[in-house]
């Protein structure tokens, strides 16, 4: 089963700031197979990014995802009030599917 | 648009069964997987298995299989996730999740199941 570890575990920034989230694969995830959530308490995970770098419908272009391999990465360039959540990667591989741990967003 | 919609929470014993349901509206049933997902408090989301909504096969995870049946019911539309031999640990919130591609575009509202004595 692939691993996926997420740093920093609690982020804290402005809004206005730029957020650098990090996931990272015990091993090789193909770019098709890499996916980031947005949750907030209370509520369902909500499709962020799909295939590594593919915004889903109504998600704004301030969030964008990139990487390969082991290394993706999911970057909000200019933070809003409604972006402070847990963020979770997932991937797909040997029908099987694993999230991270997450990284809270927090404002600073 | 697509809803799921999940049944409401749930207080069992350890060693009892709890069954949720997962009614989907806004789409074609039978063209879409249906995944169930659960996350305990303060933990990553968990996978526990799928069912093909057109066909009526199923997958489940290593850690579940034993103890986890999916079933779906086309003229409901609605899919069903029963999890027997209950443990404290399976104190969670229960998702389930329609699969689009290699992803989960749209998940139920949750439903909570709380196992204590």
């Known amino acids: 089963e692939i691993v996926l570890t997420q740093s920093p575990g609690t982020l804290s920034l402005s809004p206005g700031e730029r957020a650098t989230l990090s996931c990272r694969a015990s091993q090789s995830v193909g770019s098709s197979f890499l996916t980031w959530y947005q949750q907030k308490p209370g509520q369902a995970p909500r499709l962020l990014i799909y295939?590594?770098?593919s915004r889903a419908t109504g998600i704004p272009d301030r969030f964008s995802g990139s990487g390969s391999g082991t290394d993706f990465t999911l970057t909000i360039s200019r933070l809003e009030p409604e972006d402070f959540a847990v963020y979770y990667c997932q991937q797909y591989g040997g029908s099987s599917y694993t999230f991270g741990q997450g990284t809270k967003l927090e404002i600073k | 648009q697509v809803q799921l919609v999940q049944s409401g929470a749930e207080v069992k014993k350890p060693g009892a069964s709890v069954k949720i349901s997962c009614e989907a509206s806004?789409?074609?049933?039978?063209?879409?997987?249906i995944h169930w997902v659960r996350q305990a408090p303060g933990q990553r989301p968990e996978w526990m298995g799928w069912?093909?909504?057109?066909?009526?096969?199923?997958k489940y995870s290593r850690k579940f299989q034993d103890r986890v049946t999916i079933t779906s019911d086309t003229s409901a539309s609605t899919a069903y996730m029963e999890l027997s031999t209950l443990k404290n640990e399976d104190t969670a919130v229960y998702f389930c999740?329609?699969?689009?591609?290699?992803?989960?575009?749209?998940w139920g509202q949750g439903t909570l199941v709380t196992v204590s004595s």
């Open positions: 999740a329609r699969r689009m591609g290699n992803w989960f575009d749209s």
């Open positions: 806004g789409y074609s049933f039978t063209s879409y997987s």
């Open positions: 295939g590594t770098s």
């Open positions: 069912i093909n909504a057109g066909n009526e096969n199923t």
